[in-house]
């Protein structure tokens, strides 16, 4: 009993599976990564919610047409009714048309962070795993102190000197979006870059990387050809859940009023208005609340079964 | 052992320098100036702004002024605080037992729930406990802790009327009265933190321990005829703690994030909502002071994990 636990069930499905499928004909990789995937089944009902989510995020305001700042103060604070389906706010303003407006843009938010926080990481992780002695320590003293800055208050810190400045310069909605996603992304980095490094040391001293050497390949063709494509499926799976994590600090700052202004509804910022009515527009809080929650769940699914599919060793 | 203690106490201190020099930084490359009214006012002159920036020594190199703060810093002048008339590390002191005992009480909450539920999952992998463990698990991290503490202030303060939604810091009662306040308004905050810790902590423990379940060590134990309750304790958990607490080490930085959010929505007193208050006060050294507290608490958090680390696993010398 003790020698039988496998890591993940998947990657023992795999196995039986491989065996069953040497005899018909070889999959390739990205066939197989999807076999693995689709049988996580919550990942897959997850990718199916979340393509529903951004479709109506998408394509919502075309056809929900009500503005997002119509005031109508006979509708005040109107539970769900056919005329307002997620109800109103306390300046009477249609709540589904605000979500489908600001879902657009805490999503934009968590892909753009993810994207920075990756492209930084792969390039420290990178540049620390080809290069060894001095460069490797420097950078990775350099992460492990952004390890033990914490998040939130520096975040906090970063937006309060610099929020006004960039208003300034790009306009409230890209000033702060700018901001928000490059220091987002600024602070999720250094997962990324230990996966990378990491990998890099293993597959550098693989026999195919050594082949490519000893066929006269330059630094940057083993890099970029041979090691990074080997070591790019833990990425992926950091990249989804990163998405995630960058969904919950943006509701986050806007949750505790210093992220976007009251004129860009996401939905982080929809909670912070709605928490002084809590006692008698609870729909108010319940809806965009429910919409993180069900995004970052998904994202989150979607992210396991990645790592099902493409990284079948690790159970975490 | 203390000699141990004091080397890991000397590599905290590069740390911290870092910090102070990151969180100098920042400030340094902020825009706007202390003296910008003065710019603006047209009774003061020019020649006295320039000799005030002067006097404070703002035209001096960043590095002057950044070892003038350090050494402030070290000397325990942490400056004054515009919005409250206090110093600041009064403030600070008055508000730091409150944050470290609603983080403190939330951690031992995770590590109640994470410890049974993740060990008892990994014995049984697979299984029916199992998978609604995992899917509990996933809802628990990915319930953003403000959406938490408002759903909980629905429905035990305003539907169910038991719990209050405020934290009070003078509470009138005594004797037993009191504590019962005290644990009363503490149960949310607590629960809201203890929680979402505890759901990912879950997920550690439970891979941790599948880790170790199938070492050769723990089937020798088995075949040795140990009871299954002694095998699990003293030969699978001991072993599987020191992966989880590398990883509950990692995380501590977000667990003074989600702190910030509980002080804020529940109103409690301490260094969170001070931040939160300072930032909208624009109370420069306040926030300043409050960042790099929290810095500290991350580097001594660190270093309780490494201590626990060496008790756990005594092929670790502490020499």
Not at chain 2, 23 to 40: K, M
Request: hydrophobic share 55%; with cysteine; glycine share 8%.
């Amino acid at each position: 009993m003790a020698g039988s636990t496998l890591a993940s069930r998947t990657a023992d499905a795999g196995v039986a599976g491989t065996a069953a499928v040497e005899r018909r004909r070889p999959f390739s990789p990205g066939r197989e990564a999807w076999r693995r995937f689709r049988r996580h089944r919550l990942a897959l009902a997850s990718v199916a919610i979340l393509a529903v989510m951004v479709l109506m995020v998408v394509l919502g305001p075309l056809v929900w047409r009500v503005p997002i700042n119509d005031i109508d103060f006979t509708a005040r604070l109107s539970p769900p009714t056919w005329t307002h389906p997620f109800g109103t706010d306390d300046l009477g303003q249609d709540l589904l048309a605000r979500m489908l407006y600001g879902g657009r843009i805490s999503l934009a938010v968590g892909l753009a962070a993810m994207l920075v926080a990756i492209s930084v990481g792969v390039l420290v992780g990178a540049v620390a795993g080809i290069s060894r002695g001095s460069v490797d320590a420097g950078l990775m003293w350099l992460t492990d102190l952004f390890l033990s800055l914490p998040p939130l208050p520096v975040l906090l810190l970063v937006i309060y000197l610099f929020r006004d400045k960039l208003k300034d310069v790009f306009g409230p909605e890209v000033g702060v979006f700018i901001l928000i996603v490059v220091v987002i992304g600024c602070f999720r980095w250094m997962p990324v870059a230990r996966l990378v490094r990491a990998q890099f040391f293993s597959i550098r001293e693989k026999e195919f990387v050594e082949a490519a050497r000893a066929l006269g390949a330059s630094t940057t063709r083993q890099v970029v050809r041979h090691i990074l494509p080997n070591a790019l499926g833990p990425v992926i799976v950091a990249g989804t859940i990163d998405v995630a994590a960058a969904i919950i600090a943006e509701s986050t700052l806007s949750f505790l009023g210093l992220g976007f202004p009251p004129d860009i509804p996401t939905w982080g910022r929809l909670l912070y208005d709605a928490k002084d009515y809590l006692d008698f527009a609870p729909h108010w809080a319940l809806f965009p609340g429910a919409a993180i929650f069900l995004a970052v769940l998904t994202i989150n699914f979607i992210g396991d079964g990645l790592r099902d599919a493409l990284d079948p060793r690790k159970v975490l | 052992m203390s000699r141990y203690i004091a080397r890991r106490l000397l590599i905290a201190i590069p740390s911290l320098l870092g910090i102070s020099v990151v969180l100098f930084t920042v400030l340094a490359l902020a825009p706007g100036d202390p003296f910008e009214e003065l710019a603006t006012n047209p009774n003061v002159p020019p020649e006295v702004r320039a000799n005030l920036r002067a006097k404070f020594g703002l035209d001096d190199p960043i590095y002057i002024r950044y070892v003038r703060w350090l050494l402030a810093m070290v000397q325990g002048d942490w400056g004054f605080s515009f919005a409250s008339r206090v110093d600041v590390d009064a403030l600070i002191w008055q508000r730091l037992p409150t944050t470290l005992f609603v983080i403190g009480s939330s951690q031992l909450l995770a590590l109640a729930i994470a410890l049974p539920v993740g060990v008892f999952a990994a014995t049984r992998p697979y299984s029916l406990f199992d998978q609604i463990a995992n899917t509990l698990a996933f809802v628990g991290f990915s319930l953003p802790t403000f959406f938490t503490g408002l759903l909980f202030i629905l429905v035990f303060s305003i539907e169910l009327d038991w719990l209050p939604f405020v934290y009070r810091a003078d509470i009138q009662a005594t004797g037993w009265q009191w504590y019962w306040e005290h644990v009363k308004q503490a149960i949310m905050p607590v629960a809201v933190l203890g929680l979402f810790q505890g759901a990912s902590w879950t997920r550690y423990v439970r891979s941790a321990v599948l880790d170790v379940i199938r070492l050769d060590h723990v089937t020798t134990a088995r075949a040795k005829g140990l009871s299954e309750r002694v095998v699990v304790v003293k030969h699978v958990v001991r072993n599987a703690l020191i992966p989880v607490v590398t990883l509950v080490a990692l995380q501590m930085p977000a667990v003074f994030g989600g702190a910030i959010v509980t002080e804020q929505i529940f109103r409690i007193p301490g260094i969170g909502s001070l931040l939160i208050a300072s930032i909208l006060n624009n109370d420069t050294p306040v926030v300043m002071a409050v960042t790099f507290v929290f810095a500290c608490l991350v580097v001594v958090f660190n270093l309780v994990a490494d201590l626990l680390y060496g008790w756990l696993d005594p092929r670790i010398s502490y020499r």
